[in-house]
């Protein structure tokens, strides 16, 4: 098992939107993709976990500055590994990527939200060093209902 990880660029469009509709159910082509990836560039870098040349993950890092503090804000806000490929230590190896980005581009600190019931990524994630610090909370803007 060979794995990479890497940044994407739009021409790996195909491969993002590919998983982001197994992990989101997102349906996007790879025009409209390759689009996104072009756009957000400055705001938003996408990691791409290959095992041969075969794309089986992705995380999205979100780094940008923000008035309220000296350092850039990160968070990652996507982590997805096909399930037949997980337990393998490619979540590890994307979050560790993401990391070592957010540390040299001057970020102080790394977010992530994840699910309360999801104790797998959890223990991913305390392993190395995330502690929890919120309750992140959500509503629709279009509907009065809260969204999940």
């Known amino acids: 098992m060979s794995l990479l990880i890497r940044l994407a660029t739009p021409a790996d469009a195909a491969a993002v939107a590919r998983l982001n509709a197994d992990f989101n159910d997102v349906q996007t082509d790879a025009a409209e993709m390759a689009a996104r990836i072009a756009r957000c560039t400055a705001t938003e870098r996408i990691f791409l976990a290959e095992i041969d040349g075969l794309a089986v993950g992705f995380l999205a890092l979100w780094l940008f500055p923000i008035i309220c503090a000296p350092d ?62 919120a309750l992140h909370l959500a509503r629709s803007t279009t509907h009065q209902e809260s969204i999940s």
């Open 72 to 133: 850039p804000y990160a968070e990652v806000v996507e982590l997805f590994v096909e399930e037949a490929y997980r337990r393998r230590g490619i979540g590890r190896a994307l979050l560790e990527a993401a990391i070592e980005v957010a540390r040299l581009e001057g970020a102080s600190a790394l977010k992530l939200n994840t699910g309360f019931r999801n104790t797998a990524a959890q223990r991913l994630y305390f392993a190395l060093g995330f502690h929890n610090l």
